[in-house]
């Protein structure tokens, strides 16, 4: 089965969709159709923002129907399933702070709810910076390209993330989607030690270290 995600976030598409829009925007002349690529730019971003608000709610929707469930059982004296409540518990990564010294491992504890919450929460930001970014570009620099290029893409990239694609497209959370999700870049230039790490090993340490400050 051809596994249509993983190429459409492969940065082999992202440089041949750049170039493709490039050689379409000199044939369409965009620059005579400036005002239109606004508008179409700023209702795509704002149907973005607003697909992400139904992701959350759709996330908090789901965890209370869990609730509920789970209540039910415990009426009926039967098995309790946890799934969205279910605590996830691993280890963040030293990262680098701006003043290029390194921040400590942490120990984090979240239920699956709040993590997933929290991912789309990040998605947002990026998407306001990135709308930033254009609006820089545009107006700044005079480049009209990014107005078409991110109109079709900011969708794509949407609805390829994990949170939609486990939440609107109901996939299930074993691979590149089991949480807490791995760091990814470009053609998969991430170094190991930059991961969430979920062994008992890591976990132990990262108590250790706490239980020590």
Same mark, same amino acid.
Do not use: C, R
């Given at each position: 089965m051809v596994d249509y995600i993983k190429h459409l976030n492969s940065p082999y598409f992202s440089i041949g969709s750049f170039i493709f829009f490039q050689q379409l925007s000199k044939v369409l002349s965009l620059d005579h159709h400036i005002r239109t690529l606004r508008i179409v730019y700023l209702t795509v971003q704002l149907a973005i923002f607003a697909l992400n608000y139904l992701l959350i709610l759709q996330i908090k929707k789901k965890n209370g129907k869990l609730i509920l469930d789970n209540f039910k059982r415990v009426i009926n004296n039967s098995q309790i399933k946890y799934t969205d409540?279910?605590?996830? $518990?691993?280890?963040?990564?030293?990262?680098? +702070?701006?003043?290029?010294?390194e921040q400590p491992e942490r120990l984090i504890t979240i239920s699956v709810m709040d993590y997933d919450i929290a991912e789309v929460n990040k998605t947002i930001k990026q998407s306001a910076f990135g709308i930033l970014f254009v609006a820089f570009i545009?107006?700044?620099?005079?480049?009209?390209?990014?107005?078409l290029v991110q109109s079709i893409l900011g969708l794509k990239t949407f609805f390829t993330t994990k949170e939609a694609r486990i939440h609107f497209?109901?996939?299930p959370t074993t691979g590149d989607l089991r949480r807490p999700f791995r760091i990814e870049?470009?053609?998969?230039?991430?170094?190991?030690? $930059?991961?969430?790490r979920t062994d008992k090993g +890591?976990?132990?340490?990262?108590?250790k270290a706490m239980k020590a400050e």
């Open positions: 409540q279910t605590m996830l $518990k691993y280890v963040e990564p030293a990262a680098q +702070s701006w003043d290029g010294s545009h107006f700044k620099m005079g480049y009209v390209q990014p107005l497209w109901k996939s870049a470009p053609f998969g230039l991430v170094n190991e030690k $930059k991961q969430p +890591s976990i132990k340490k990262a108590e």
